[in-house]
């Protein structure tokens, strides 16, 4: 059967689905989306091999990567999407938040599969770069139907994918800190009991697994991988034992004889010279073209291809050129032929896959930073996947290289692994890892931030996040075995270390390392710098803005032009709680230690709190700040500067940058001129408040709702903004006497 490997993992991954629903309808959802991205990705590549060349392990690859990711994808945004159903939520607003907090993490993991693929085409090798494209366009066709097709499907269906009522009343008579005796809550007790020696434990086995891989050997297949029986297997054993192997892994070697006065005479004295190199077993052919000015040298080395004699071969040939150039009168004597050209990509390849781990592992610990704000986590996740693609390195090299477990070997005979399958496995291998210490760890920041201590944050975050890993593991892996028994000799090894490296990465590293670390660091785990915390970019790739923007909305105060919440401006500053009005002018405290313009930079989104919550024109902020700053803007009198001409003209000049259409444009200058100074005024004699006033008018008429000033205490300004709609924020010094310790009264009534 041609397609019995799809057939296999699609139906494993159907029964897990099945057990992790409870639902055929369910569980067959995620299948067809799979079905109908791996179908586009096959297309596309079929469609592409009309122009470039499409190497046959290619689609094997992209099928099964493909597959995999697809189904995990979907099954994650299903699973929140099923968890709001349960909730009480219509269909339609529960898909809108699954896609809202799972749907961001989906985008997240397969931008890590995509970029760290994509990554691989810069070691130049053809080969890999195609394999790298087909597994990105995967990749890509898993994300996009998981958030356009599975959706649609599922809408669909309704609220039929609601959990069943008995099921749903069980986990609400069972609230998550009670539930002592599911499966992943015995597990977790038993790996946090102790949590230093499962640390140890868990490093000294995986680390065992990885021993093989200090010994790896890497080399491009030649028909020596072919399956038994076939015509070039069977060609390749019959002149490797007739002539001897060397002949099938020839060298040639080109000369240039242009000086030379006796080209053949040359060419026989170098090939006699050659002939007698350590590792030659003969010179079959030494000659002249018919120019004479270029000779070549058919070399048979007396080991194959990847003889490690051979590639020795290789480089004393090249090491002995500039002797052999001054001996013979020759020049530029070079060696080549398929076998030298594998033996020089396997040696990049190699060379290259130091560089490509140290990237990765970077990479790995800056997007972790930004995704947790923390300094042990994204340690703790990079250490995990190099722990995990150590072991499947390790297992690859025994079973492949070693010929250890026959039964998952088959008919392929143990040798050198295919010099592309480090750099390949370990790019996937990333992408895998991250999404699976996103999904488990951003629970337990979630509860962590909502209250919980350390130890309980581990405890219900691993809880909740636990079935669904397992569950995707389990496809992954099962889509990942069901490719090695049929698999060609190039996706078999790639197929297995994928597998391995999965088992040991989810079920081994995030499900037993990573509670057990998270355990001993406590609430160090959540540690970072303050000036690391505000100079990195705000990241939502849980939704976890998605949470605060419908717990804003649904408490009425989305309405309010601010709204703060024991809001901590700078470490040490008391906190500040605002209750803010549209159109309104208001008088805010200034905690002490601290200047208006930094609260006001604050409370504009321009700068990020150190703690506390803040939503500015029903926008929730850090994650919001863009569109608060459109908003919003801070007006001092120093916004304008004194000079030459009329307000009208510096009114004129400054809203022309703004751009847009001419209609926008005349409106802009004529609400700009209404709330100016006078018109014809001199720039270079307006006194500070004109100025201000002036700064003001151009904020308003740029779209400006919300206006701080910070310095001022000019309220008949204030007064001529609020009558134009804007919420204006002047400020106060708080008492000397309030500190951290005493919170600032809730500002809620106007000035």
Not at 78 to 99: D, N, W
Not at 276 to 295: C, H, K
Not at 439 to 466: K, N, P, T
Not at 687 to 714: E, K, N, S, T, Y
Request: with cysteine.
């Amino acid at each position: 059967m041609a397609h019995l490997s799809e057939v296999i993992g699609i139906a494993v991954a159907l029964l897990v689905l099945f057990v992790t629903f409870g639902s055929f309808l369910a569980a067959g959802m995620p299948i067809l989306a799979a079905i109908a991205g791996v179908g586009a990705t096959i297309s596309v590549l079929g469609l592409a091999s009309h122009v470039a060349d499409i190497s046959t392990a290619t689609p094997s690859f992209s099928t099964m990567l493909g597959l995999a990711v697809a189904i995990d994808y979907s099954l994650f945004i299903l699973s929140r999407h099923r968890q709001e159903l349960a909730a009480g939520l219509e269909p339609r607003e529960a898909m809108s938040r699954a896609l809202g907090t799972a749907g961001g993490a989906v985008v997240f993991a397969g931008l890590t599969v995509i970029i760290s693929l994509l990554g691989l085409s810069v070691v130049g090798i053809p080969v890999l770069t195609v394999m790298a494209f087909g597994g990105s366009l995967a990749v890509t066709t898993a994300v996009l139907v998981a958030l356009t097709l599975l959706p649609a499907i599922a809408l669909l269906a309704g609220t039929r994918l609601t959990p069943r009522p008995r099921r749903a009343r069980r986990r609400a008579a069972s609230p998550a800190p009670d539930s002592r005796n599911s499966l992943s809550s015995r597990w977790l007790r038993l790996v946090t009991r102790v949590p230093a020696l499962t640390v140890v434990i868990v490093v000294l086995g995986v680390g065992a697994l990885a021993i093989p891989a200090a010994q790896m050997t890497l080399a491009l297949p030649d028909a020596s991988t072919k399956p038994v029986g076939t015509n070039s297997r069977d060609h390749f054993d019959a002149v490797a034992e007739t002539f001897g192997p060397g002949w099938n892994a020839p060298l040639l070697v080109t000369v240039d004889i242009l000086e030379s006065a006796n080209p053949v005479e040359t060419m026989d004295d170098l090939s006699a010279a050659v002939a007698e190199i350590p590792g030659v077993a003969a010179v079959p052919l030494a000659s002249p073209n018919e120019g004479a000015d270029t000779g070549l040298l058919r070399v048979i080395p007396e080991g194959g291809q990847n003889d490690p004699a051979t590639t020795e071969l290789v480089h004393e040939l090249r090491e002995r050129a500039p002797d052999l150039e001054e001996q013979y009168g020759v020049s530029d004597i070079r060696v080549t032929g398929t076998t030298a050209i594998n033996i020089d990509t396997s040696e990049r390849l190699a060379a290259a896959l130091l560089p490509f781990a140290l990237t990765v592992a970077g990479l790995s610990i800056v997007l972790l930073m930004i995704v947790f704000r923390s300094i042990w986590v994204p340690i703790k996740a990079t250490a995990g996947f190099l722990l995990s693609v150590g072991a499947a390195f390790g297992a690859i090299v025994a079973v492949f290289q070693w010929g250890w477990f026959p039964a998952v070997l088959g008919d392929a005979l143990p040798g050198p692994l295919v010099s592309f399958l480090p750099i390949l496995v370990m790019g996937v291998l990333f992408g895998l890892a991250m999404d699976y210490e996103m999904f488990l760890v951003s629970r337990m920041r979630e509860d962590f931030s909502q209250g919980h201590d350390a130890r309980g944050a581990v405890m219900s975050g691993f809880r909740h996040s636990a079935p669904v890993v397992t569950a995707a593991a389990l496809i992954m892996i099962a889509v990942f075995v069901a490719f090695i028994p049929a698999g060609s000799a190039t996706i078999k090894p790639i197929a297995f270390g994928l597998a391995v490296g999965v088992f040991v990465d989810a079920f081994l590293v995030r499900m037993t390392l990573v509670p057990a670390v998270m355990t001993l660091l406590g609430d160090r785990a959540w540690w970072i710098p303050a000036w690391l915390e505000r100079i990195l970019p705000a990241v939502d790739i849980e939704g976890d803005a998605l949470g605060r923007q419908v717990a804003l909305d649904e408490s009425g105060r989305s309405t309010l032009a601010i709204s703060a919440h024991d809001l901590v401006v700078e470490p040490g500053a008391a906190p500040l709680s605002l209750a803010i009005g549209t159109a309104e002018v208001v008088s805010v405290p200034v905690p002490g230690g601290i200047d208006e313009m930094t609260l006001a930079h604050v409370l504009a989104g321009r700068t990020r709190p150190v703690s506390g919550t803040l939503a500015v024109n029903g926008q929730v902020l850090p994650e919001r700040a863009e569109a608060v700053r459109r908003v919003t803007a801070i007006v001092t009198a120093d916004d304008v500067s004194p000079s030459d001409g009329a307000v009208a003209d510096y009114l004129a000049a400054t809203l022309e940058t703004v751009g847009g259409r001419r209609q926008d444009r005349a409106a802009r200058l004529a609400r700009a001129v209404s709330l100016a100074p006078a018109a014809d005024a001199p720039i270079a004699r307006l006194d500070l408040a004109a100025r201000r006033q002036l700064a003001a008018a151009v904020a308003l008429a740029c779209g400006a709702q919300i206006v701080f000033l910070p310095g001022c205490d000019d309220r008949g300004l204030a007064e001529t903004l609020r009558s134009a709609g804007a919420t204006v924020v002047m400020f106060t010094v708080a008492p000397a006497a309030l500190t951290a310790s005493a919170p600032l009264a809730s500002i809620g009534a106007p000035a």
